[in-house]
């Protein structure tokens, strides 16, 4: 979970770190978020403020509209 916690990097990024290579048939791509459930800065913007308890993580396959995204206990 460390690990994961590292690559959301800090807030109001979504990194996709654990994507695969380019050029990758059907590549996909991890991204990777803080997710501020709480609206603890109060701007309506999951993905600002102070709220780390929860990670943001969607993985979707480039160029399509497949996509699985899910909310992970940051604790």
Do not use: C, H, M
Request: charged share 20%; no cysteine; aromatic share 10%.
């Amino acid at each position: 979970l460390e690990k994961l916690r590292a690559a959301a990097g800090s807030a109001g990024t979504a990194n996709a770190t654990y994507s695969d290579a380019v050029a990758t048939p059907d590549r996909l791509l991890v991204y990777i978020a803080r997710y501020d459930g709480a609206n603890t800065d109060g701007d309506n913007n999951p993905f600002t403020g102070g709220d780390n308890a929860f990670l943001w993580v969607k993985v979707t396959i480039e160029n399509s509209a497949d996509a699985q995204e899910t909310l992970v206990n940051g604790y």
